[in-house]
């Protein structure tokens, strides 16, 4: 099992790498951005809906108790102007999860965004469930 600064420590390099390089989602492309920086109140707001996925078994950007991202952010205490999350599940390591969000639209435009300044990220594994793995990243700029 993959340790949590190890994780978190590497898709911190991996986001940043594709920031700088710039990179082209779907049909657009996003030229080299800034670098984000790491936010504990963005990562709190990923752990709690990575362990709610994982605790309930489910797999949604809705929370089992109707939350969102931006609900989540706002509980954490980040007071933000732009606010976005990928999530992925089943994943096992750092470069596979990026991967998947960097071959996705959405969820690559979220990385590459000169929107956000700053995100959090967390992974939750579980044994019971129907994923090993849940991820969550949650970007924003205040």
């Known amino acids: 099992m993959i340790e949590e600064a190890t994780y978190q420590g590497q898709l911190i390099e991996l986001v940043n790498q594709y920031r700088a390089e710039g990179h082209t ?3 657009e492309y ?15 707001a990923a752990r709690r809906h990575s ?6 078994d489910f797999f949604s950007h809705t929370g089992s108790d109707g939350t ?3 609900d ?3 509980e ?5 102007s732009y606010i976005a999350e990928n999530i992925a599940a089943g ?3 750092p470069e596979a999860v990026m991967e998947a969000w960097m071959a996705s639209p959405p969820h690559c435009t979220s990385i590459m965004s000169k929107n956000y300044r700053e995100f959090g990220n967390a992974m939750v594994w579980s044994d019971n469930t129907q994923y090993p793995t849940y ?8």
Do not use: H, I
């Open 25 to 27: 989602c779907g049909s």
């Open 30 to 44: 996003y030229p080299p951005a800034d670098p984000l920086t790491w936010n504990s109140k963005l990562e709190s």
């Open 51 to 56: 362990r709610d996925m994982a605790d309930n």
């Open 68 to 70: 969102n991202v931006a």
């Open 72 to 74: 989540r952010a706002r």
């Open 76 to 80: 954490a205490g980040y007071d933000y």
């Open 91 to 93: 994943y096992k390591t």
């Open 135 to 142: 991820w969550t990243m949650v970007f924003g700029d205040q």
